[in-house]
């Protein structure tokens, strides 16, 4: 796995991918090499028009690439329920379900459900869109779920399981990020749990990109209006950080190899994790507690309304 790279990717012709936030930064350069593999890929983003100056992008690096735009708004369990009913009109099968976009670092707002936001769009909006296309995941013949992760998860003790949203104690942005990384991977692991337990050929994995710089920073800063916040990101992302490109390669190695397994983790090489190529790395005690896992689990479908794979 030295060194690897996109030029390492196997042949992809006949899968078909869902990449959620494709429009920009790791679901973009996903998308893209997913594409040029020969792979055919679902644009699920919030926007028409972002979505398709990507789609625009793509074709030109990969002329003849195999797009197709679906709205989707992760904060918005409506609008996954819509994807996901669309989707299975349109598509009889999926290989690959990336759970690529995300939030970090917001102030206080809720989604349309009112679940904190990040809590809301990183983790159940994902758990929700997994278990609406979990019946097309199985027909494929060796399907994937691809969550992306962070080392932001080391951030937090543990989940909260009795204020998930926030409603009573004081908010902290930052943990509620950390706490939804973390809520990532106890999804990745648990989901796995159950897959093998129903004898499924899918697998669940995850991934993180290290520091990549992308605008997952700034949106914080300028929900806040900060200017000075938007500067100091703006500063590590340039001073610090990686690029997409190279923060793409862990979920695209995790995505594609063939010698990927459910439940591995993988991740840059370098700087504590924070640069590099990928390779299979670990994660800490709490994103391995299978007592924690399974109560997210079942709190999960309890705020969502969606169930599946039950134990």
């Not at 609008?79 to 995300?102: E, M, P, T, V």
């Not at 869109?129 to 003790?157: E, F, I, K, P, Y």
């Not at 973390?182 to 648990?190: K, S």
């Not at 090489?269 to 790395?281: A, E, H, I, L, S």
Request: aromatic letters at 8%.
């Amino acid at each position: 796995m030295s060194h690897w790279t996109t030029a390492d990717m196997p042949d992809l012709k006949n899968k078909l991918a869902v990449v959620t936030g494709a429009n920009s930064g790791l679901g973009f350069h996903t998308a893209l090499e997913l594409a040029r593999n020969g792979a055919q890929v679902v644009l699920a983003c919030r926007g028409r028009e972002k979505a398709e100056s990507a789609m625009n992008a793509i074709k030109v690096a990969v002329p003849g690439a195999q797009l197709e735009f679906m709205a989707l708004d992760l904060a918005d369990l409506d609008s996954i329920a819509a994807f996901a009913k669309a989707f299975k009109a349109r598509h009889q099968k999926l290989d690959i379900l990336h759970n690529n976009a995300g939030v970090m670092a917001l102030p206080l707002v809720r989604t349309k459900q009112g679940f904190e936001m990040q809590i809301g769009t990183n983790h159940l909006g994902h758990f929700a869109l997994a278990g609406l296309l979990l019946d097309v995941l199985l027909v494929a013949s060796a399907a994937r779920v691809v969550s992306t992760a962070s080392l932001a998860h080391n951030w937090t003790r543990s989940m909260d399981f009795g204020d998930l949203n926030w409603e009573r104690k004081r908010y902290k942005k930052w943990d509620a990020y950390g706490k939804s990384k973390l809520a990532n991977l106890l999804f990745t692991y648990e989901l796995q749990r159950r897959l093998s337990k129903a004898g499924a050929r899918a697998i669940s994995v995850a991934a993180h990109p290290g520091y990549a710089a992308t605008n997952l920073q700034t949106a914080g800063p300028t929900m806040e209006k900060s200017a000075l916040g938007r500067m100091f990101m703006r500063m590590g992302n340039a001073l610090l950080a990686q690029s997409a490109e190279m923060g793409a390669l862990p979920q695209l190695y995790a995505a594609s190899m063939p010698d990927v397994r459910g439940g591995d983790y993988y991740g840059p090489d370098r700087m504590g994790g924070n640069r590099g190529y990928p390779k299979k790395v670990g994660s800490n005690q709490a994103s391995r507690d299978e007592d924690s896992a399974r109560r997210l689990w079942e709190l999960s479908e309890k705020l969502t309304g969606v169930r599946y794979l039950s134990e």
